[in-house]
């Protein structure tokens, strides 16, 4: 929009003080890092003053155009979260800053990185109303563009998106997700558009964004995005054992007599990562190993020690030796089996 | 109080509009607000072209050419031309960007009470400390014609300033 207006005069006083009106409130505006708010009138006010025939003389002329709307903002990664297995309510913290001169709100989305290999379940965003960076009950669920509001410009939220890690990861694996805010209309649901071709008599909006971390985040295209990353934290590896017996007598009964059968039955679980687990179980005194007997998740192994993953005897005299190899949280629960005989 | 202004600008400069605007014996002023479009041409080369803000998106960040074309159209040489523009609200002037051909240019850091050249203007901080001005002290700029201004001539005068 602009206004040319351009006028002489010869009454110097008359148009002396409209001028100093005129200086006097083109004052100095406020400093803002998003810039002169959208629809400002930007007004250019010219005087001159001449001598002619020995008469002072002075003319004024003025040009105005308005400031137009600049759709800006950035989104800021504050921290990325280290995440145990099951463990619910995990925050990504993100800011997420008007840096445009008109207030504005925006579309959010989490948006798992195509490069993962897992992701966390129940993603959600929230803002984070008392700003402590981790999930609280108060922070506000968001729903769509009008769930936080506009923002003024130069104004901020912290965003956090809150997932619960699944059971089946490993420590040291991550999953990086993307928060990619779209700029809206303030006021509404409808998702701000540049104004196309030239410039109009009205405030246009015009996109100046940078590139963001999500696929497909250019520079100016009312978007932006930064992605944080989810670390599945390094639990303690521990193995769980259990051991059971069964007796079988030689009648068909269940009594621990002489010739008896007794039928071990050892299960193995693992939290965290366990490298090389090995089961070591010494035979009881006053039994015998029932040759040919041993077996792991119900496929027999031999009695030497040599290639498959156990042995009678062979590593250690009147020991089973059992080698499971690695085990994680994500691992099937290990089964091992052999019958002694009572002498 | 400020968003009465372009009212009140437009209401002061367009009144008298139709008495005085065939006036002879006057200094005819045109001001015009650009901005400098780059462009890529069929070339392959890049263009920078001037842009009236008639025509152009102006956003906080871009530098406008404020620019003032005057003629004598008096039959009469017009003698001490003196032209001033305060640096318009929410614009920052952008240093040794101010032109005329022919003119003394001076600066002023207090609303057009006193003009000087830059090497001369300084300005008292809050703690009461004196310091050189710098352009974003400039609150008006003053193009004095160093000679009469001869019945037809036309000159002009330039500054560029930043949106903030």
Known sequence: MTMDTTKKSNHLTVWGIIAFLICCLLTAGNARAAGTPAGTTITSTVSVSYNLGGEALTAVVGYSFVADQVVNMTVTKNSDMSAAPNQTNVPLSFRVTNTGNAAQRYALQAVSKATNSWTMNNVRLYRDNNNSGSWDTGDTLYADAGTFGDLQPDASIIVLIVADTPNSVVSGQTAAYDLVATAVNAGTLNVSVQTAGPNTAGVDTVFVDSAGSAAGDVPRDGKHSASGTYTVSVVAPAVSLNKTVTVIDQWGGHQPIPGATLRYTITATASGTANNVVVIDPLPANTAIIPNTLKLNNATLTDAADTDAGDVGGTTADTVTVKLGNLTSASLMQTITFDVKIK | ?164
């Open chain 2, 1 to 164: 109080m400020q968003k009465m202004l372009p009212v009140l600008l437009v209401l002061a400069l367009l009144t008298p509009a139709a008495a005085w605007a065939q006036q002879k014996g006057s200094i005819e002023l045109k001001s015009i607000a650009e901005v400098e479009i780059t462009e890529t041409n069929a070339k392959g080369e890049k263009e920078v072209k001037r842009v009236d803000t008639a025509k152009a998106k102006v956003v906080p960040g871009d530098i406008v050419i404020f620019s003032t074309y005057y003629t004598n159209i008096s039959d009469k040489p017009a003698g001490n031309v003196m032209i001033t523009n305060p640096i318009p609200e929410h614009m920052l002037y952008m240093d040794r960007s101010a032109e005329g051909k022919g003119t003394i240019i001076e600066f002023s850091v207090n609303r057009g009470k006193s003009y000087s050249t830059p090497d001369k203007l300084n300005v008292t901080d809050a703690s009461g400390k004196s310091r050189k001005a710098v352009a974003s002290d400039y609150t008006h700029i003053k193009w004095t014609v160093s000679k009469p201004v001869a019945p037809g001539v036309k000159g002009d005068v330039s500054f560029k300033a930043k949106l903030q």
